[in-house]
């Protein structure tokens, strides 16, 4: 009986697995309502980074500040900004350099369809743009009439950036056209606080910044993990870690030993 409940833990251990920390700079979650700091008027001033690095993305115009919606996005929460005047800083300590992959959970809810994640110093998104999902770093990675964003319509946009190319995923499906473009996007903003006042009626629900191109299986970990979080039918595949799989089948081992010994 033990080692049944034992099988099933390691088992919810793999579907429930936290996204890959190593490299982690950025990780702001809008389901972890402790996260989110309301002004008092109902409106988000703070976005606390759960990274460790405090990296926040905050508002002190209280007009530019979003909304906390808890039933956004499939669901679950995301913050809200308004498409007129809406937008967040990410704190200034964090200066994005190659190679990084960035993830960002986002979507349209209105007719205003411009930025959700860009930078603050040139011409770079990950995410939403123009009614369309994409990426730009000083020139297109991928944005085209096949990357219709829709609306209320959930993207988890991937941006991959490699010392001398780039790529872009969305959902899991490779949406590269061009791999060439490399602009380093530097200090970062959410929707209209950045380079380009490009307002959205966006919801963004999660982001997930490393500094470093994550492997092919870490990809997929952190995808799974986000495509399972937020319902959504996706091409990333979870494949268990070779050593945690290792250390499940010893603590296996471990046990009917000592069952068999007793
Ligand atoms: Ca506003």
């Known amino acids: 009986m033990k ?16 996204p890959i920390n190593s ?19 109902g409106y988000v001033m703070r976005w606390e980074d759960k990274s460790g690095n405090n990296y926040h993305a ?3 115009t209280s007009a530019s500040r979003p909304t906390l919606n808890s039933n956004a996005l499939n669901g679950k ?9 809406d937008g967040m800083f990410i704190s200034d300590s964090l200066y994005l350099t190659r190679s990084y992959t960035v993830f960002i959970v986002n979507q349209y809810y209105g007719s205003v369809q411009g930025r959700t994640l860009q930078s603050r110093d040139i011409n770079w998104l990950a995410g939403l743009w123009a009614g369309n999902h994409g990426h730009y770093a000083s020139g297109w990675v991928s944005n085209s009439s096949y990357n219709t964003a ?17 790529a872009y995923y969305a959902n899991g499906q490779n949406y590269t ?15 209209g606080s950045g380079a380009y006042n490009e307002q959205s ?8 910044i490393y500094n470093r191109v994550l492997t092919t299986q870490e990809r997929n970990a952190v995808g799974s993990y986000l495509a399972t979080k937020y319902s959504m039918a996706t091409s990333y595949v979870n494949v268990p870690e070779p050593a945690t799989l290792s250390f499940a089948l010893v603590a296996i081992f471990a046990l009917c030993l000592k069952k ?3």
Do not use: H
């Open 260 to 262: 068999r010994n007793r």
């Open 23 to 41: 490299g982690l700079l950025l990780w702001l979650d809008a389901s972890d309502s402790s996260t989110v700091i309301n002004d008092g008027s």
């Open 150 to 166: 829709g609306t209320n319509t959930p993207w988890i946009s991937e941006a991959i950036g490699y010392t001398s190319s780039s």
């Open 201 to 208: 009626q966006a919801d963004v629900a999660e982001i997930l």
């Open 3 to 18: 080692m049944i409940f034992l099988m099933l833990f390691l088992v919810c251990c793999y579907t429930f697995a936290t």
């Open 177 to 191: 056209v061009d791999s060439n473009p490399t602009g380093n996007p530097g200090k970062l903003a959410l929707v």
């Open 58 to 60: 905050t508002q002190s």
């Open 77 to 85: 929460a995301a913050i809200r900004f308004d498409g007129s005047n």
